[in-house]
């Protein structure tokens, strides 16, 4: 079946890239996305990439996936204590906006001083 | 900037009470989700409506819980009786025609 994983938890130094992991286990995945998830928030659509790609860069952030290997990864370039949060990492195995989406169970970022 | 609104935003109540939670999705998005999500684990979808029909409800316990979307539009999500195991936040989404499930702030509910 469908599942998604990724760590439970993150700590940088402030102004150090973070590189937040994640795999998943259907090979028919069509979309791949990041979510951010405030505390006491919704989530927020951070990025997304489809499955014929495999790398999408938007400002300080890099999604890298590696369908072979069922691997996605975020990377947060200059990591910013407002970057502190949970990440979802989520898939979709349709083709339109109404697909189901499975979400992994987060990864705490905390930034350091 | 249009956003998904979810009342209340905290409600606790005793085991065995009804409780209620009403959303307002993007206006014309056609397609409104429920998730609940547990205290550090990911959302999980219980039900998804296509504009007044139940596209999928396969996660949903439907000895308690019940949701409806009559007009196509706001949308309610029912528990009864609550128990302590529905301790969670409830999420709301919605979509349009692209590919981005727009989020509420969530209903946190705490059952004792």
């Known amino acids: 079946g469908e599942d998604v994983e990724q760590s439970l938890f993150l700590s940088v130094r402030e102004g150090d890239s973070s590189v937040i992991n994640c795999t998943y286990t259907?090979?028919?995945?069509?979309?791949l996305y990041w979510y951010k998830q405030e505390p006491g928030a919704g989530l927020q659509l951070l990025t997304y990439i489809f499955s014929n790609m495999d790398m999408k860069q938007d400002q300080r952030l890099t999604v890298l996936l590696n369908k072979k290997d069922k691997h996605l990864s975020l990377r947060i370039a200059d990591t910013q204590t407002g970057d502190s949060a949970i990440y979802f990492c989520?898939?979709?195995?349709?083709?339109?906006?109404?697909?189901?989406?499975?979400f992994g169970s987060g990864t705490r970022l905390s930034i350091r001083p | 900037e249009a956003e998904v609104a979810q009342s209340p935003r905290y409600k606790i109540t005793e085991k065995s009470q009804a409780v209620a939670f009403w959303c307002d999705p993007i206006?014309?998005?056609?397609?409104l989700y429920w998730y609940r999500q547990i205290l550090g684990q990911g959302p999980e979808l219980l039900v998804q409506f296509q504009d007044e029909s139940v596209v999928d409800d396969s996660q949903l316990p439907k000895d308690r819980f019940s949701a409806e979307r009559l007009k196509g539009v706001d949308s309610t999500l029912k528990i009864q009786p609550a128990e302590l195991g529905d301790s969670a936040m409830y999420l709301c989404?919605?979509?349009?025609?692209?590919?981005?499930?727009?989020f509420g702030p969530g209903t946190r509910l705490t059952v004792l």
């Open positions: 259907d090979s028919s995945s069509t979309y």
């Open positions: 989404a919605s979509s349009g025609t692209d590919y981005e499930q727009f």
């Open positions: 989520a898939e979709s195995t349709g083709y339109s906006s109404a697909s189901k989406i499975i």
């Open positions: 206006s014309g998005h056609a397609t």
